[in-house]
C-alpha cells in the first residue's frame, strides 16, 4: 500500500496550558506536486515555543494557524520527487513545512541544507537553524556585550540560551547561566563552558548577588516571570536586554496584572532609559536648532509664572499634581 500523508491539525485552541484535545491526527493521501514543486519527506520537525502562540487567535507579529489547519513548523527531509530544476530526488532541504510527514513545497519554500562533514542536518532546526541564529543576532546586535562584562541567559541549557552564552564567552564575557535544576546546570559549566549556572528553582535572587556581586552588564532574556524579577534590579547602568522570549509566561491567562513585557518581544519595542547630562554633545546642538526654530516661530512653547520665592514651594506642590500648565518658572 501507497504511504499516506500523517498531519497533526488544531482542533482547538487552548485556554492556558495546551493538551491532547487541542490536537488532532490526520491522515491523507501524498500530496501532488505541481510544476515548481518538490515533494519532501520530513525527516526532523523542529518544536519551538512560539508554536504556543500560533495556536492562540490574538494579534501578534504571526497569523494564528487557522482552526483544522496543519500547526506550523520548520522541518528538514530529503526531496523525493521534483518538478524545479533547482532540486533533485536524494537533495535535503529545510523549510517551515508543517507538523506533517510528507509536504508538496514550491522550490521557493525550502532552502537545500549544505552538506557539512560533522553536522547532521537536524542541526539546522537547532544550533545552525532559526534558535542559534536567534542566538547571534540577540547577543551581537542587541545585548553588544563587551571584553570583561557579565552576561546572564535564562534557560541556559535551552536550544536559544546554550548557544548565546557560548557567543558570549567567546567575546570575553563572564557568562552565568539560569537553568532548572542540577543537571542542566551542570551541563551549563561542564558541556557549554559558562563560568557559573543559578537554579532558578532555588533562591535566584541571593544566587545572582553572589555570582553578579557588580551586577549585570547584559541580560538574554528567554522566559520572564520570576526569573526577570530576580535579574531586573541587580542590573547594571547603561546594562542592556535582549528580550527574546517569555515562556514561562505563554501558558499563563490571564496575565498578570501590570504592562505585559511579552510585549516588547512581540512588537520589537525598545525601551532605552537616558539622562540628558550623559550626552553633552546635545547641548549646544538642540541650542542651535532649537534658537532657530523659537526665531521663527516654528516651535511653541509655553511659560507657567508663578511670582515670589515665597510662592516656591506651593508652585512646585502644584507641579505635582498637575496644577502647572507650561514650563513652571518663579519669577523672583
Ligand atoms: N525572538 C525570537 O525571534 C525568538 C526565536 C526563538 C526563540 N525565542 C524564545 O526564546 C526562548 C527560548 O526558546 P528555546 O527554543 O531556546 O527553548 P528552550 O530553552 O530549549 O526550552 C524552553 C526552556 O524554558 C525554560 N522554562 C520554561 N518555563 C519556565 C519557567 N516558568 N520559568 C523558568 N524557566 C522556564 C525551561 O528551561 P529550565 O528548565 O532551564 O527553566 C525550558 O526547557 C523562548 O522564550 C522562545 O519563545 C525567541
Known sequence: ???????????????DRPGPEHFELAETPLPEIGKNEVLVRHRFLSLDPYMR???????????????????????????????????APGDWVGGARGWQLYSAAPGHTVQKLPAVEGVPPSAYLGVLGMPGTTAWVGVTEIG??????????AAASGA????AGQIARRMGCRVIGIAGGAEKCRYVTEEL??????????????????AC?????VYFENVGGAVLQAVFPRMRDFGRIAFCGMVADYNVR???????????????????????TDHPRAWPSWREHGAAWVRDGSLRW??????????????FTGLLEGKNFGKLVVKL
Open 302 to 315: 509655553k511659560e507657567d509664572m508663578a511670582e515670589g520665592l515665597e510662592n516656591a514651594p506651593a508652585a
Open 144 to 153: 553588544q556585550p563587551k571584553p570583561g562584562e557579565t552576561f546572564v541567559v
Open 213 to 217: 556581586p557588580n551586577g549585570i552588564d
Open 193 to 210: 563552558g559558562f563560568d557559573a549556572c543559578l537554579d532558578h528553582r532555588g533562591d535566584l535572587g541571593r544566587q545572582l548577588d553572589e
Open 1 to 15: 500500500m501507497a504511504e499516506r500523508n500523517r498531519q497533526i491539525l488544531l482542533k482547538a485552541r487552548p485556554k
Open 160 to 163: 536559544v540560551g546554550g548557544i
Open 53 to 87: 502562540g500560533r495556536m492562540d487567535d490574538s494579534a501578534s507579529y504571526a497569523a494564528p494557524v487557522p482552526l483544522g489547519g496543519v500547526m506550523e513548523g520548520e522541518c528538514v527531509g530529503e526531496v523525493v520527487e521534483s518538478r524545479h530544476p533547482g532540486f
Open 254 to 276: 490571564p496575565l498578570p496584572p501590570g504592562p505585559s513585557l511579552a510585549s516588547v518581544v512581540r512588537k520589537r519595542l525598545r525601551l532605552q532609559g537616558f539622562i540628558v
